[in-house]
């Protein structure tokens, strides 16, 4: 370890700490050296540095106050070849800013007011789904959520899991996670001369051009569609319509804005699935939490009308709820990887250009030093303080949006995704009862709230539970709900299979 660096686990020559370095879940590990060698430390991986902070002050200082320096990410080929380096989740480079400017004009909080009705009318659909086969929640909740992201971004919607674009999705986004794992490929990035071994020799090279293709088809098939589309006058509204409005003004090519909607649809389809799924987690495993969200929920709402977002400036139980489920589980537990275009100093630590850095959310998050009990469940945790703290501690360098990142990378979708989150949070709370899935002889099943998927963005793996409507009456107005959202999505339904239209049809007849 070079002079200077903050302090980490011992090193072994040549390796440094590669031999310890985690394969999965490595924010768990993290979190236990941070504990050991404070909230700045460093790791060496092979000649590479890299530095994992799990202190909101510095988190504050370095990512955000000195984001200039911090904004890069880690060199990263496999990305570059896939998508000819138009990936937003790639270096700081003049196309970067392109496409990130485009991102934000677009995606600005009074923007992402605009999308509201398809995302309520999809949330209606999610209750039907759920009221229908309970037990596919997991599934719907996929559905739902890149149904939305496609609707916003393209003006198309996908009425069923098994629609031709989520499942295109679907599958190319696994083997996409799949190639960008580390340890999959071939340590390039570390020795880039393996960049020029030939493909036939290199598997990982074939299935960067077997991805690449995929993507191509469901990205540009995505944006071709829509462009025909407005071409015969039936615009929607929809976000890659302005860009293709704006194209001169924003400087985005073809190129860029074919990849531009494709990481988006990344981006927003599924973190936002997993927040959900691990909301109705929690709501399993700590009922009392439930209890007392579902009676804000009747006190503001009651039983004869659905919830609106304007509900939720009176609903600080519920409000504080959704903070604890980012808190309890966040999607991005360690963000996603930035890396130092500067040298830096911090409180007499070196921290080197071109070294990696890790924000350990999950271990500012899960630290008893700022919370109490911080292993469970507690929202009212966020009605004693604004960022949660405990009795004492003042919070100031933490801030709400923390879950979704830090600095110029911070996400551009979170207030389109803060949005969905609200409305299926309170839609969730009116509608039903979450209970754990019980044994044959009838006895509660112990939920296990740890039981989560590996990769850089998490979500619980499939699990069961048991959700019940909470009266009848409830039950018809999310049907009545379900069926007078089909104006709004008739906008969004085009270009569908023979089998996604007569789905559309049997579920629009009322039950
Ligand atoms: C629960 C929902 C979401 C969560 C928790 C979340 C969280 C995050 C986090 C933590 C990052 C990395 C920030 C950093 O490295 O500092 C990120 C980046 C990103 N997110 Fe989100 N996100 C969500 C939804 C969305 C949605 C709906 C979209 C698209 C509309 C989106 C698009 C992106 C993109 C494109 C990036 C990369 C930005 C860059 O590298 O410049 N995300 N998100």
């Not at 990263?76 to 934000?104: K, N, P, Q």
């Not at 909080?109 to 759920?130: R, Y």
């Amino acid at each position: 370890r070079e002079p200077g660096l903050p302090p980490g686990p011992p090193t072994l020559p040549l390796l440094g700490n590669l031999h310890i370095f985690p394969k999965e879940f490595a924010h768990y590990k993290f979190t236990e050296w941070a504990r050991t060698y404070g909230g700045i430390y460093s790791l060496k991986v092979g000649p590479g540095t890299a530095i994992v902070l799990t202190d909101a002050a510095a988190v504050k200082e370095l990512m955000d106050k000195r984001s200039g320096s911090t904004a890069d990410r880690p060199p990263m080929h496999i990305v570059d070849v896939v998508t000819g380096g138009f990936h937003m989740v790639s270096r700081y480079s003049e196309s970067w800013r392109t496409l990130r400017r485009t991102a934000h004009t677009i995606l600005t909080p009074q923007a992402a007011m605009k999308h509201v009705p398809i995302q309520a009318a999809e949330a209606s659909q999610l209750l039907h789904d759920i009221l229908c086969r309970p037990e596919g929640f997991y599934t719907h909740i996929r559905r739902f959520s890149s149904s939305v992201i496609l609707s916003v971004l393209y003006g198309k919607r996908a009425p069923r899991y098994e629609t031709r674009e989520t499942t295109a999705f679907f599958e190319v986004q696994h083997d996409w996670e799949e190639l960008m794992e580390p340890g999959s490929t071939p340590p390039i990035d570390l020795i880039p001369i393996l960049k020029y071994i030939p493909e036939r020799w290199a598997k990982w090279k074939q299935d960067c051009t077997k991805v690449r293709k995929m993507q191509r088809r469901l990205y540009f098939g995505l944006l071709d569609e829509m462009k025909e589309r407005v071409g015969r006058g039936e615009e929607n509204g929809c976000f890659m319509e302005e860009i293709l409005m704006r194209e001169v003004e924003l400087g985005v090519n073809r190129e860029m804005a074919g990849y531009l909607g494709g990481v988006l649809i990344e981006g927003g389809s599924d973190t936002t699935s997993s927040y959900l799924q691990s909301l109705i987690m929690a709501l399993v495993a700590y009922p009392d939490a439930q209890r007392k969200a579902q009676e804000e929920m009747d006190r503001v709402v009651g039983s004869h009308r659905m919830p609106t977002l304007d509900d939720l400036e009176e609903m600080p139980y519920i409000r504080a709820m959704i903070m604890e489920t980012h808190r309890f589980r966040p999607v991005a537990p360690m963000l996603i990887p930035h890396c130092a275009l500067n040298d830096e100093e911090y409180n007499g630590f070196i921290i080197p250009h071109g070294c990696t850095i890790f924000v350990n959310i999950w271990g500012i998050f899960h630290d008893p030093e700022l919370y109490d009990d911080p292993e469970n469940f507690i929202p009212e945790r966020y009605l004693l303080s604004e960022n949660g703290t405990k009795p004492g501690i003042s919070g100031s360098d933490l801030r709400p949006n923390l879950p979704f990142g830090a600095g110029r990378r911070i996400c551009p979708g979170m207030h389109l995704a803060q949005n969905t989150i609200n409305i299926n949070a309170m839609n969730f709370v009116w509608a039903f009862n979450f209970t754990a899935d019980t044994d044959a002889q009838g006895n509660p099943i112990l939920l296990n709230t740890f039981d989560y998927q590996k990769g850089l963005l998490t979500g619980p793996r499939p699990f069961k539970c048991k959700i019940t409507p909470r009266s009848v009456e409830k039950a018809e107005i999310i049907e009545h709900e379900f069926l007078e959202a089909a104006d709004t999505f008739s906008k969004f339904e085009f270009g569908l299979s023979g089998e996604d239209k007569e789905f559309v049809m049997r579920s629009r007849v009322r039950r």
